[in-house]
């Protein structure tokens, strides 16, 4: 039990430090754009690392979006920050059930405002032809999963085949995990 709460502590400084670089680095002029050699943005990394915890405080992606990080930036991948709420980098294949629908929602909400100016949809295929939708379904994440398919084409869109298959997909994983 001390290790753990030493570790939220530990985890709650960190966090708290990584804010204010964050800030100060906003203020000085950075480019929140700037990407690594897979072509990941500070979202991208930031939306990666965030756990599935409900608790987790989303101010580091908050702050990215208000210093207007790109929420549309492809990496080498072809994925949006999106796909790492669901998808982890180094860890693809996790399937533990998770619904991390605070960043989802903060991303979409974001995404929604950009798109209005031109900015990209929420239903974006990587290079594996897989959506955000796709990859929740994959994790167990229904709540997800309904606000992406209200967010993303709309449902007229879809292959009715599609849309059965992810909510089917879904429902067996609640059922056996």
Do not use: W
């Not at 239903?123 to 997800?144: C, M, Q, W």
Request: proline content about 2%; glycine content about 6%.
């Amino acid at each position: 039990m001390f290790v753990l709460v030493v570790e939220r502590s530990f985890r709650a400084a960190l966090h708290r430090i990584t804010l204010q670089v964050l800030r100060e680095l906003v203020k000085a002029g950075a480019d929140l754009s700037a990407v690594d050699d897979k072509g990941r943005n500070a979202l991208h990394l930031s939306v990666n690392s965030s756990s599935d915890d409900a608790d987790e405080a989303l101010d580091l992606e908050a702050a990215l979006l208000r210093g207007g990080c790109p929420t549309s930036a492809l990496d080498v991948r072809g994925r949006l920050p999106l796909h790492y709420a669901f998808v982890k980098a180094g860890k693809h294949r996790d399937c533990a059930r998770a619904d991390p629908i605070e960043v989802v929602s903060l991303l979409v909400e974001a995404m929604e405002e950009r798109r209005e100016r031109g900015g990209i949809k929420v239903d974006l295929e990587d290079e594996f032809g897989a959506r955000p939708i796709h990859y929740a379904a994959y994790r167990g994440a229904t709540v997800s999963c309904l606000l992406l398919l209200q967010k993303g084409k709309s449902t007229k869109y879809y292959y009715y085949s599609d849309v059965q298959y992810i909510l089917q997909y879904v429902q067996c994983f609640a059922y056996y995990v």
